[in-house]
């Protein structure tokens, strides 16, 4: 493995395929930064470019994007609180209350720590599992996946114990959205009102771009001002303390890997559940999680470090059995195939060495990421000074524009406008917007998952317990439940008691 | 140069500008490859030197490419790829689609892809003569109900008169093959070009083999299963136009569309790739479509 690791380094250290990877990186930064747009994007965009590449080019340019989507698409989640890309919106949660207290350079500063420390991370555990990559893969079926998606839901929608019913009520809409459209299992649609658009479901992207971003240019422009609350107290210098802070909180980071790595490594599940459980498991074991989603640098440093770790864990199923792990892998899945690559077990065995090659690829291209993000803090960061009245219109135009490239649709832009509205009202009545979109991903999970499973257990409840993967998915299930449940029982049967008492 | 010109004489002025070719399927995935590699192919065997764009236009499963199609100008600078049977099969639904199939001005017949009946590699059921026998309904996996992989699941088992249930909504072929594998249930119909990787590598075994005939004595045809009309149980890849073509461009596209698929560098690709294509002119298209539209009439009954 040594051998074939230096060989695929020396292959990607030419001038000419290190040209390409940074040429990656920029596009992908790029990308990354507008909201809406993302490495999909990206990706489909170059597909028709790399046809005449030699193979470790076009993937060393693959790469560049990938690993560099993750850090512009934080950037923007942290200064405008609109995620560039959908697993980027978890960094919204503590990144934008930071950048409001003028530490967005140090919000910054811990994502370009924590991104790349993920990715390694993340490539360190691609390469130990890569010869068990296909029993991992095999261990989720229907029933696993119903319960993951449960243990998601949960998970995030009872992470707040002092606002459970409020958190369980915004999992129940996002549930509600998550069933419109049409049923994969049975072929029905639903709740979709005669409307062609709604045919095919809430798409993902114009809803987070909606419920984060375009609610909060909404509450901006509302309240006037500028998104840092008081613009003497912006530290454009607070670089290193962001960096210091990542590397004192390396626990977090290694939690945070290990969650994007695993969970990356599901097929259909996707990148924005693992920053999302990433941000929520960080939370719950700090001492005082009520202070998350106030400008924890924690909050920052969970979801970004398994942001670049599940694109390693991603490669997996997309590798070894050609499902890819989520879209962005669907259209690398696209440039395999062009290069006379079928995904599958046999690729192991035929392009090991061009899969090492795109291994060390993410590598450099998150490393690279971080360094060119660092260097333009200064100015992104300056982008938290602009007036509301100015800057809020010209973020809401940017999203939407990038709402509509991506199917050309104009029932997205509605969507996103109308989900807008919905995030701001939501945010001045004090309701979560975190369970609604975990709910909204991992509904038709949890709905095919559990269907399937009646089908395939013919209508035995068992099923979900047949195996040590689901037994291990139930019982986390329950701690994860008790977690919240206990400590908000406790204090509602401690106000009961001081009533009598006063 | 005087070559290109004595070429354009003969084709007469057309082709003037680039030619889009409506791809049904997101950008990425095996089709969109297989169609742009051709694409790149046509391009160098086209009269006046202009350029083959390809355009994803993904949706309704394929419906949303062929309504494009159907709708465009008959001028040859708008054609596309008609995956058959998952754009007829609607259109004998009788659900509203947009588009006439026997009114497509047919050119090509890229590729025929037959549906091997596969299990899993370690599965008891060795032949086809065990799947009656398990005493039990034998478990199939597919897309969603109205899927072409559902479709052809009943038509066979119907067929075969075996006892069965259908797990669906599995994501894409892809998908429902990763579920074999795993022992989610017993048996798929799965694409020649989808299975061939896992055929090979053994996760999965073809116990019988539909839309072609078997070469090798383990697994059956449909003529050795005793149901020879399902022969024809197969996907397969057409390119048209827009209806109404003239004649002389249909001419010119078919006989480039042709080239295109004999080409040295597109064979290279193939060979690489482990794609295959049978190419067909423009009667056998429209024939065989007219031949796949009555043979799925008859198992109406599974259609709705």
Redesign the interface.
């Known amino acids: 493995m040594i051998d074939l690791l230096s060989q695929a380094a020396s292959d990607l250290l030419s001038l000419q395929t290190m040209l390409f990877l940074v040429l990656g990186v920029g596009v992908g930064l790029i990308f990354g930064v507008i909201p809406g747009l993302g490495g999909t994007t990206a990706?489909?965009i170059l597909?028709?470019l790399t046809?005449g590449m030699q193979v470790i080019d076009a993937f060393a340019m693959s790469g560049g994007i990938m690993g560099a989507v993750a850090m512009g698409g934080s950037i923007s989640a942290i200064l405008l609180n609109a995620p560039g890309t959908a697993p980027s919106a978890a960094t919204c949660l503590d990144g934008y209350p930071l950048a409001k207290q003028g530490r967005a350079a140090e919000a910054i500063g811990a994502v370009a720590t924590a991104s790349p420390l993920g990715g390694l991370f993340g490539v360190l555990t691609l390469l130990l599992v890569l010869p068990l990559a296909r029993e991992i893969?095999?261990l989720f079926?229907?029933p696993e996946f119903f319960l993951l998606a449960v243990f998601g839901i949960v998970t995030v929608a009872m992470s707040d114990s002092s606002n459970l019913l409020r958190g369980l009520i915004a999992a129940g809409v996002g549930l509600m959205l998550a069933f419109i459209g049409?049923?994969?299992?049975?072929?029905g649609v639903r709740f979709a009102f005669a409307s062609d658009y709604l045919?095919?479901g809430i798409p993902l992207i114009p809803s987070l771009v909606g419920l984060f971003g375009m609610a909060e240019m909404i509450g901006l422009s509302i309240k006037g001002g500028t998104v840092a609350a008081d613009t003497a107290t912006v530290r454009v210098d607070g670089v290193l303390t962001g960096v210091r802070a990542t590397l004192h909180n390396w626990k977090v980071v290694i939690r945070g890997s290990v969650i994007g790595t695993l969970i990356g490594a599901i097929?259909?599940v996707g990148g924005t559940v693992a920053t999302f459980i990433a941000y929520s498991t960080t939370k719950k074991a700090d001492r005082d999680p009520e202070s998350f989603g106030t400008g924890r640098i924690e909050g920052v440093i969970a979801p970004e470090s398994a942001n670049n770790a599940k694109d390693s864990g991603a490669l997996l199923p997309t590798l070894a059995?050609?499902?890819p792990g989520g879209a962005e892998m669907?259209?690398?899945?696209?440039?395999l195939?062009?290069h006379?690559m079928?995904p599958?077990?046999?690729m192991f065995v035929d392009h090991i060495q061009d899969v090492y090659g795109l291994i060390l690829a993410l590598t450099f291209a998150a490393v690279l990421a971080s360094i060119i993000g660092l260097l333009s803090v200064r100015w992104l960061a300056a982008i938290t000074l602009v007036k509301g009245q100015i800057l809020a219109p010209v973020v809401i135009a940017v999203s939407l524009v990038g709402v509509y490239a991506i199917n050309s649709r104009p029932g997205d832009v509605v969507l996103a406008a109308v989900l807008g509205v919905l995030g701001h009202l939501m945010i001045r009545f004090d309701f979560p917007r975190l369970p609604l979109v975990i709910a909204l991903i991992l509904g038709e999970t949890a709905e095919?998952g559990f269907?399937?499973s009646m089908?395939?257990g013919q209508g035995d409840w068992r099923i979900f317990v047949h195996s040590p993967t689901s037994i291990v998915m139930v019982l986390l299930i329950f701690v994860s439940l008790s977690w919240s449940v206990v400590p908000y029982l406790r204090k509602r049967s401690s106000t009961h008691k001081s009533i009598p008492d006063s | 140069m005087a070559l290109a010109l004595v070429a354009c004489g003969s084709g007469g002025e057309y082709p003037q500008k680039d030619i889009t070719i409506v791809i049904p399927y997101?950008?990425?995935?095996?089709f969109?490859?297989y169609v742009?590699a051709v694409a790149?192919s046509l391009e160098n065997h086209l009269p006046n030197d202009v350029n083959v764009l390809?355009k994803n236009s993904p949706?309704?499963g394929g419906r949303r490419g062929a309504s494009d199609v159907f709708r465009a100008k008959p001028d040859g600078y708008t054609i596309g790829v008609f995956n058959l049977p998952g754009v007829l099969v609607p259109e004998l639904q009788k659900i509203p689609i947009g588009y006439k199939l026997s009114e497509i001005s047919w050119l090509v017949t890229m590729g025929r892809d037959p549906y091997a009946f596969s299990v899993r590699g370690d599965s008891p059921i060795k032949s086809m003569d065990d799947i009656g026998s398990l005493g039990r309904n034998v478990?199939y996996g597919a897309?969603?109900?109205?899927s072409t992989s559902y479709i052809v699941t009943n038509i066979i088992n119907e067929v075969l008169g075996v006892p069965y249930?259908v797990?669906?909504?599995?994501?894409g072929s892809?998908?429902y093959v990763?579920?074999l594998?795993?022992?989610?249930?017993d048996a798929a119909l799965v694409s020649m070009s989808t299975a061939?990787?896992?055929l090979?590598?053994g996760?999965i075994r073809a116990l019988a083999i539909f839309g072609s005939e078997s070469e090798d004595p383990d697994i059956a045809d449909a003529d050795n299963l005793g149901v020879p009309h399902l022969g024809d149980l197969s996907v397969v890849r057409m390119i048209g136009g827009p209806p109404g073509l003239p004649e002389d461009i249909s001419a010119t596209l078919e006989e480039a569309l042709l080239a295109a698929m004999e080409d040295p560098e597109f064979k290279v690709?193939l060979q690489?790739?482990?794609n295959q294509v049978q190419p067909k002119g423009s009667a056998d298209t429209a024939k065989a479509v007219s031949a796949m539209s009555e043979f799925y009439e008859n198992f109406e009954q599974f259609l709705n």
Request: aromatic share 10%.
């Open positions: 990706l489909a597909l028709p046809f893969v095999l079926g229907p049409y049923d994969a299992v049975h072929g045919w095919d097929p259909g059995f050609g499902i669907a259209v690398f899945l696209g440039i195939v062009l006379g079928q599958g077990p046999a095919r269907q399937q089908m395939i | 997101n950008p990425g995935g095996g969109d490859t742009r790149r390809a949706g309704a478990l897309t969603g109900p109205g249930e797990v669906t909504g599995y994501k892809s998908s990763l579920g594998i795993r022992g989610d249930f061939r990787p896992y090979e590598s996760d690709w690489d790739t482990g």
